[in-house]
C-alpha cells in the first residue's frame, strides 16, 4: 500500500542553520505530495506542495522538490528562525483509487534555538 | 474567506459516554475529511465524505461514525468512548471538484477531546 516516511525527530538546531527534514513516499500511480506544518495547540497549515514530477514547491523560504526517480521529497530552508519550532508532516495523496485520500508521514518535531 | 472552523475545541467526557463534533468547511468545499491525533500514533484518517456520501474509511470501529449535510457542514460522533479516545480530532476540507482530482485539504483548529 502506499505510505509515507519521515526521518524521526526531534531535529534541534540553531538559528540560521540549514534545515533538511527527509521525507520518502511508496506509491501507485501519480501522487501529489505536502507538506503540512503544525505549531502547538494547532491544526495542520499548508506548508507547501508539488503535484508532478520535478515540480518544486515553495513558501516562506521553505522548498521541497518532488523526486520520482527517488521517491523523495525533502524539505528545505536554508535559514531557520526560532519561530519555524514546530511539527512539520510529509503528506501523499492517492488518486489511483479513483477517488483521493491523504496518506501522513508521522511527523518530525523540529526545534530551533536562539 | 473565512477556514475550517471546529467546535468545540475543547471537550471532557467520560467512559461510556457519547460525544459529536461538528466541522464547518470552507465556504464552496464539498468534500470533507476526519483525522484522530495522538501521540502514539500520529495522524490517521477516519473518513471522507462528499455530497453527504461517505467515499473513504480509515480502520476504526464502528463506533467512530460520521455525517455530512447539504450545506457540506459534517459532524462525526463517537459512541461508548474509551480512554484511548483521547486524541485531536481534525477535519479538513477541499474543493474535490470530481473523482480522480488532486485538491489540496485545509485543516481545522481541531477538537482536543479528553477522555476520563
Known amino acids: 500500500g502506499n505510505s509515507v516516511t519521515q526521518m524521526e525527530g526531534p531535529v534541534t538546531l540553531s538559528e540560521e542553520a540549514f534545515l533538511t527534514i527527509n521525507c520518502t513516499y511508496t506509491a501507485t500511480g501519480y501522487p501529489s505530495l505536502f507538506w503540512y506544518v503544525q505549531y502547538p495547540g494547532e491544526g495542520l497549515q499548508l506548508l507547501l506542495k508539488a503535484t508532478k514530477a520535478d515540480d518544486k514547491g515553495s513558501n516562506k523560504g521553505f522548498e521541497a522538490t518532488y523526486r520520482k526517480e527517488t521517491t523523495s521529497f525533502h524539505l528545505e530552508k536554508g535559514s531557520v528562525q526560532v519561530s519555524d519550532s514546530a511539527v512539520y508532516f510529509c503528506a501523499l495523496s492517492d488518486r489511483a483509487s479513483g477517488t483521493y485520500k491523504y496518506i501522513f508521514g508521522t511527523g518530525t518535531r523540529l526545534k530551533v534555538l536562539a | 474567506k473565512a477556514g475550517v472552523t471546529q467546535t468545540p475545541r475543547y471537550l471532557i467526557k467520560t467512559r461510556g459516554q457519547q460525544v459529536t463534533l461538528s466541522c464547518s468547511p470552507i465556504?464552496?468545499?464539498?468534500?470533507v475529511s476526519w483525522y484522530q491525533q495522538t501521540p502514539g500514533q500520529g495522524l490517521q484518517f477516519l473518513f471522507e465524505?462528499?455530497?453527504?456520501?461517505?467515499?473513504n474509511k480509515g480502520n476504526f470501529p464502528g463506533r467512530f461514525s460520521g455525517r455530512q449535510f447539504s450545506n457540506s457542514r459534517s459532524e462525526m460522533n463517537v459512541s461508548t468512548l474509551e480512554l484511548g479516545d483521547s486524541a485531536l480530532y481534525l477535519c479538513?476540507?477541499?474543493?474535490?471538484?470530481?473523482?480522480?482530482?488532486?485538491?489540496?485539504?485545509?485543516f481545522g483548529p481541531g477538537t482536543r477531546l479528553l477522555v476520563l
Open positions: 465524505y462528499f455530497s453527504e456520501t461517505q467515499r
Open positions: 479538513a476540507s477541499s474543493v474535490i471538484a470530481g473523482t480522480g482530482k488532486q485538491e489540496t485539504q485545509y
Open positions: 465556504s464552496g468545499h464539498r468534500s
